[in-house]
Nanobody, 120 residues
């Protein structure tokens, strides 16, 4: 059974830092991407940062230069280092693994989410 478990969220002042972790357990084949998304009430979930299957990274424009995605393959763990946090970064952050099922078809695994609140 696949599980994604996030940790590291919390309350931080603007300008501060947090590091999120996501440990993935279970076997997932044909991974298309791994990364982090976030969601605020009334809005769609949005990409924050991901690794593609080729190992390259994608970042939302709003977090470039402030957030860094990394991974420890030996621990099956993803990280998101968030620096210079702003109030607009307040959201629930979700870990994601996207599995390629067939050309054009994929399945998303999600963690339970971790709340990040940035006070101004």
């Amino acid at each position: 059974q696949v599980q994604l478990v996030e940790s590291g969220g919390g309350l931080v002042q603007a300008g501060g830092s947090l590091r999120l972790s996501c440990t993935v357990s279970g076997n997932i084949f044909s991974i298309n991407s791994k990364g982090w998304y976030r969601q605020t009430p009334g809005k769609q979930r949005e990409l924050v940062a991901t690794f593609t299957s080729g190992g390259s990274t994608n970042y939302a424009d709003s977090v470039k230069g402030r957030f860094t995605i990394s991974r420890d393959n030996a621990k099956n763990t993803l990280y998101l280092q968030m620096n210079s946090l702003k109030s607009e970064d307040t959201a629930i952050y979700y870990c994601n693994v996207r599995q390629m099922l067939s050309p054009g078809a994929s399945w998303d695994y999600w963690g339970q989410g971790t709340q990040v609140t940035v006070s101004s």
